[in-house]
């Protein structure tokens, strides 16, 4: 059982550290997709109205263990403070003397930001004794630590592992959310349940597919990743992309599909362009025939074609239980972007209980303008999610089970 917070602890005065994964995307020192800094509210504003002095610590992009402007905390401070409407205070370090000092003049009540994790060596490296003298340092800021950055729990790193055994540590509102519905997808659920996996590489889905399988009715493939599938079922797929090495792990799924009496769905039609590129010229064939096309074996696979992307809404329409992970084709580019849409849609409007993978089809989904509470869930976590839903054990939660 997780750990968490009860209604009832005294938290006016503590110094209360809060783990989020307050990594957005910036452009210009603008955040573009506030999702995970809303996503985080919850818990930052419950810990605030109830007295706390409350430090937010997160990661942002991967900067190599030093301070690196372009990976600066402070235009989510400055989002959050919108958010919150009030000023957050923000410490340009995590444990030296800004951080001190701004912790120090804390009052009950506020909210500090500290400058991003990942400027530490210590914070994400791979020898666990840096580690442990980072969340040391970390643990001296605070009197406990609400876990809540459900993005990051695959990371065993200072703030999410190492930190969480140094203080009396809890799970906060955006992981215990985040948790109800995976087990949602994966204790009993409702049926049909269908699971839509696109994206660019097999090779980062061959485990939640080989656990997702016996448990699923449906499984829809698109995205880069199909390719590997249509080569497998024999088809040339010209220049698209190809992991040649999993052909024969594909063919074991397909096989494995049968005899569970999973229907594997793969798209009939494919969009193909003569190169990867916004203008790129493009026309829709069957599946099978992707070099017949007039780009002959120079063609790219960049989309499910529109009946697949209606058969595929279909599936999605009549399911119970609804989770996708991963773009159908390159949605960022308007003339690969219907595939993508279509399922999108699908979720949006199917009466089962649909939830979106976090990363890119996160990313998709508000790029391509949909409402969220079109949604059950869009989760904050593509990596965490998928990682649970391969059935691996994730070090930031463990570490906050008893
Ligand atoms: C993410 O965006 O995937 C999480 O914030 C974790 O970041 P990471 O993949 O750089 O560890
Ligand atoms: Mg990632």
């Known amino acids: ?37 809303r996503a985080s509210l919850p818990t930052i504003k419950k810990l605030r109205d109830s007295g706390a002095k409350v430090i937010v610590i997160s990661h ?16 989510v401070a400055k989002r959050l403070s919108e958010l919150l409407g009030e000023e957050v205070a923000f410490a340009s370090d995590t444990v030296g003397a800004s951080a001190k000092d701004k912790i120090a003049s804390a009052q009950p009540g506020s909210v500090t930001l500290l400058e991003n994790l990942r400027f530490n060596q210590g914070e994400a490296s791979k020898d666990s004794s840096e580690r442990e003298v980072f969340a040391k340092q970390l643990a001296d800021h605070g009197d406990l630590l609400v876990s809540d950055g459900f993005g990051v729990v695959h990371r065993k790193q200072a703030s999410v592992y190492e930190l969480a055994k140094l203080l009396p540590s809890y799970a906060g509102e955006l992981i215990s959310t985040e948790l109800k519905v995976l087990e949602r997808l994966t204790i009993n ?8 996996l696109g994206g660019s590489k097999v090779s980062d889905k061959l485990g939640v597919i080989e ?16 390719f ?23 063919k074991g799924f397909v096989s494995r599909a049968k005899e569970l009496g999973v229907e594997l769905v793969l798209p009939k039609d494919i969009v193909v362009a ?6 790129a010229r493009f026309e829709t064939v069957p599946s099978s025939g992707i070099e017949a096309s ?12 529109p009946i697949a992307s209606s058969d595929f809404a279909q599936a999605i329409l009549v399911s119970r239980t609804v989770f996708w992970n991963g773009p159908m084709g390159v949605f960022e580019f308007e003339s690969f972007a219907n595939g993508t849409r279509e399922v999108a849609r699908a979720l949006s409007e199917t009466k089962g209980f649909s939830v979106v993978g976090g990363g890119d089809s996160a990313a998709a989904v508000r790029q391509l303008g949909f409402s969220e ?30």
């Open 211 to 226: 656990n997702l399988l016996p448990k699923v009715n449906k499984l829809l493939i698109g995205g880069g990743m199909v």
């Open 274 to 279: 003569d190169k990867f590129a916004a203008d």
């Open 60 to 75: 942002l992009g991967r900067p190599e263990g030093a301070p690196d402007e372009k990976y600066s905390l402070l235009p």
């Open 373 to 402: 509470n079109a949604f059950d869930h869009i989760s904050t976590g593509g990596g965490a999610s998928l990682e649970f839903l391969e059935g691996k054990s994730l070090p930031g939660l463990e570490v906050l089970n008893d």
């Open 189 to 196: 659920p409702e049926r049909p349940y269908t699971v839509v």
């Open 294 to 305: 007039s780009f002959g074996q120079d063609a790219v696979g960049l989309d499910i074609g």
């Open 1 to 37: 059982m997780l750990r968490t917070l009860s209604a009832n602890s005294d938290l006016h005065g503590k110094r209360v550290i809060v783990r989020c994964d307050l990594n957005v995307p910036l452009e210009s020192g603008k955040v573009t997709d506030d999702g995970r800094i």
């Open 228 to 250: 590997t599938f249509l080569a497998a079922m024999g088809y040339k797929v010209g220049k698209s992309l190809l992991e040649q090495d999993q052909i024969e792990k594909v």
